[in-house]
């Protein structure tokens, strides 16, 4: 079972309400014997701490408290539970192999253990597991967050272990302020505009009001949001905080409708229901301050900038826009990989008109990854949906891996605190090395771990011939190749025949003769451009049978260098498809890199957009009630191209956003431009098939429209979405339907449900900085969209943009000054 959180629910209403029901403790009791029922035949002593059958513990344990209180359990059922809690944390516990880490696994499973500890204290596991729960605990004091960066479904599984875990091991005494403080932080994730979007799941709204009525204490608002309502109500309670009261409702009921509109009399019976408690106390849900703002991850020691959040207040209704910044999130677990900069969420009046970045979304898995951000791709593919790995031999093409991107991943390097484990295939801490594991490097969240030594680099051929040019490191140091020329090919770089993991024979090795497989021949540009040929022996476009295949390796590079700050990028032209032979990386295996580094690193090594955030670059202001804010990425895509993105939110909310992107020369040629993901119309449901490619579109006009998402459930128009951008010379636009994850597109009713990828783009000049201009206006269903289009008028320079809609009138300028005027 994933977790008893109804039950835990269950009993809070019955004590909140004064033990008053009587018939919810007898449900209560017959629930908890049921558990005495199943539990301790066969293996199942290790459910009741073990995996998602941990989940809701804690409430179990408080179950079991309020029984034993009211003498409601024999002697013997208490007996046999106590047993049951020893065996269950006996078997379900190798601590050497257990997952330490500050996530949703760790902290939703250990959350009840720490409860038993309370209620148990002198359990014959006891002292053992208070140090298991002491090393879980130092992993977010240390660093001071989390290591999970997303919210739906997670957050509140983290949540709720973390609550339980606080209570049970004293720490809302010892560390009250912190706790306050970290769970503040997802607060600045809520708003009042009945919908809402998360960096990795869909958070569809569910309209069933009668059944949200019928049983507040049970109702999920949002879909995916399991047992948020409540985790924001024991918050709530623990710190008697209106704010985290208003966050409680959000979640449970949608939020009240924006001021002037009536509130059913069924949403405030409901309201009552549900929180009567607070009420008693003269607790009233209130909307938390403050408008546009940068929020930090680890707030009160590392301070890094996770997201930027464009609103006037969170009002019911309001116009609010999230971009995530974080640019170290990678293939490490549930995480948005690789879409630093893109912006998840955009709701205007109970209506979301931009969020497709569902669970599991990432560059790795979903490639390529062009998700309401800037792209930038490969001249010779489809926009978009073109992958750049699977280009063959005939057109050259650039592996160009972004370093950082190596740091805090499951292919990672050791650091200070981490050690990668070969034997396991994990990382250990080094004062600590015998007590658990972490999936990544935690040191490379908070850039602790940015000196990278580079010992070897490696690719194996997957078609017969390859040609490549010398493998360079990239950054803001410059460029440094890894050896200095074609006549100066040190021995420890080898061509190897390989069948499976046995080396067969050596084809050839630096300062070797020339010969039939391996040769010097002429590039694609002056006649002094030479490239290193490899040919496996076989056919055009066939690769060798039996698992044989021809590997390139290169040794003892012995280089030591900051990734961040020096060499940012590992970057290598070739024509011809090239793979590292490791395999999928990533929490579900679906990207295979060009080429791995040090015998296990990779990551990834096409499309990789690998940004570094220019923290002096973060704004976010207000002025009256619009919004401004601005990031910029370098090393975004090239190892010297920066994207610069400005946004203006009005107090009607419109979303006028500036891209500018600065491309170094390994860009030259390439094809740029913002994507905007809009909702299909609804009869392409039925075009139920991924990745459809290029949608019917005139690459002249210049903007596009489409229904929004999802609405609020007191929004009783359905609200569409038009998207202009501006029409500069050499701009082109077009539409692209691709897959989206499936905690979108199964919840609207297909396996894939294409999304209209509507998108303009320019052909990049290195040097030379393009500018783009967007205009997101929404609109009610019935409107015309011609007539909203004609109202539109924008004027792009390389200093400034503006843009008018109607008699609204807003201005960008190339240093962040910026002004709307009516």
């Not at 597991?129 to 739906?152: P, V």
């Not at 997670?154 to 009250?176: H, N, Q, S, V």
């Not at 040019?469 to 803001?476: A, Y």
């Amino acid at each position: 079972q994933r977790g008893a959180w109804e039950w835990d629910r269950l009993l809070s209403r019955y004590l909140d309400g004064g033990r008053k029901e009587k018939n919810v403790i007898v449900i209560l009791q017959a629930y908890f014997r049921s558990i005495l029922d199943r539990e301790g035949k066969g293996d199942r002593y290790k459910s009741f701490f073990y995996g998602h059958g941990a989940w809701g513990s804690g409430g179990r344990l408080r179950i079991y408290q309020e029984l034993v209180r009211q003498k409601m359990l024999t002697a013997e059922e208490q007996a046999l539970f106590r047993e049951i809690i020893s065996e269950s944390l006996k078997s379900s516990f190798d601590y050497s192999m257990s997952e330490r880490s500050a996530n949703n696994r760790p902290y939703g499973v250990n959350g009840g253990t720490a409860i038993a500890l309370q209620m148990f204290p002198d359990l014959p596991q006891a002292k053992s597991h208070r140090r298991w729960l002491d090393a879980q605990w130092l992993e977010l004091a240390e660093y001071g967050d989390t290591t999970e960066t997303n919210y739906y479904p997670y957050g509140p599984i983290y949540l709720d272990g973390l609550l339980d875990m606080a209570e049970g091991m004293g720490k809302f005494e010892t560390e009250r302020q912190f706790l306050h403080a970290h769970v503040s932080r997802y607060l600045d994730y809520v708003h009042g505009g009945g919908v809402r979007g998360n960096p990795n799941s869909g958070s569809l709204v569910d309209l069933d009001r009668k059944r949200a009525y019928a049983d507040p204490w049970n109702s999920e608002y949002y879909k995916g949001a399991r047992n948020d309502a409540h985790v924001w109500y024991r918050l709530a309670k623990e710190y008697r905080s209106p704010e985290f009261l208003w966050a409680s409702e959000q979640a449970s009921l949608g939020g009240r409708p924006p001021e002037g509109r009536e509130v059913p009399a069924g949403y405030q019976a409901a309201l009552k229901r549900r929180y009567q408690w607070f009420l008693d106390q003269g607790i009233e849900p209130s909307v938390p301050a403050g408008g546009a703002k940068i929020g930090y991850y680890s707030p009160q020691k590392h301070k890094v900038p996770e997201r930027l959040y464009l609103c006037p207040n969170r009002k019911s209704g309001k116009p609010f826009a999230s971009f995530y910044l974080y640019d170290r999130n990678n293939n490490y677990m549930h995480y948005n990989d690789d879409v630093m900069g893109q912006i998840y969420e955009y709701c205007v009046d109970g209506a979301k008109f931009l969020h497709t970045s569902g669970k599991y979304n990432s560059n790795a898995m979903k490639l390529p990854a062009s998700y309401d951000a800037f792209w930038v791709q490969h001249p010779s593919l489809e926009f978009v949906t073109g992958r750049v790995g699977a280009i063959p031999y005939g057109t050259w093409k650039a592996a160009s891996m972004p370093l950082p991107g190596l740091l805090n991943s499951r292919r990672a390097p050791s650091s200070e605190r981490w050690k990668y484990n070969a034997e396991i295939d994990l990382f250990r801490r080094k004062d600590d090395p015998d007590f658990g594991y972490a999936h990544g490097n935690m040191d490379g969240y908070w850039y602790l771990n940015n000196e990278f030594h580079l010992k070897s680099f490696e690719f194996e051929l997957a078609e017969s011939v390859v040609e490549m040019r010398i493998p360079r490191l990239s950054g803001p140091k410059g460029d440094r190749l890894l050896f200095d020329g074609w006549d100066k090919i040190p021995s420890e770089f080898k061509v190897l025949e390989k069948k499976g993991e046995e080396v067969t024979r050596l084809i050839w090795k630096g300062n070797d003769p020339w010969n039939e497989y391996v040769t010097l021949a002429q590039g694609p540009k002056e006649e002094s451009d030479r490239v290193l040929r490899i040919w496996q022996g076989t056919e055009e476009n066939s690769e060798k049978a039996d698992d044989t295949r021809f590997v390139v390796q290169l040794d003892e590079i012995d280089f030591t260098f900051d990734a961040s700050k020096g060499y940012t990028r590992l970057h290598f032209e070739h024509n011809g498809r090239i793979r590292s032979g490791r395999g999928g990386f990533g929490t579900r295996g679906a990207h295979e890199a060009g080429f791995s580094l040090n015998g296990r690193m990779e990551y990834l090594t096409y499309d990789a957009r690998g940004g570094i955030l220019e923290r002096d670059s973060l704004r976010a202001e207000n002025r009256g009630e619009d919004s401004y804010g601005q990031f910029r990425y370098r090393n975004y895509f090239g190892p010297r191209s920066s994207w610069t993105r400005q946004t203006v939110l009005t107090q009607e909310g419109y979303l006028i956003v500036r891209d500018s992107y600065l491309p170094c020369e390994s860009m030259n040629g390439y094809e740029a431009g913002p994507c905007w993901l809009l909702r299909p119309e609804l009869d392409w449901k039925n075009d139920d098939q991924p990745d459809r490619g290029p949608i019917g579109h005139d690459p002249d006009r210049n903007w596009f429209h489409a229904p929004a998402w999802d609405h609020a459930w007191w929004q009783k128009e359905n609200k569409r979405l038009l998207v202009w951008i501006h029409p500069g010379e050499g701009k082109t636009f077009g539409v692209t339907a691709h897959d989206t994850t499936p905690d979108i597109s199964r919840m609207m009713g297909s396996n894939y449900y294409p999304t209209q990828n509507s998108h303009g783009k320019a052909i990049l000049k290195a040097g030379e900085t393009e500018v783009f201009l967007s205009v997101l206006v929404p609109f009610t269903e019935g409107e015309k969209a011609d007539p909203i289009a004609e109202k539109i008028e924008t004027w792009v320079t390389d200093e400034n943009c503006r843009a008018t809609i109607g008699k609204v009138a807003v201005s960008i300028g190339l240093q962040g000054e910026w002004k709307v005027s009516r």
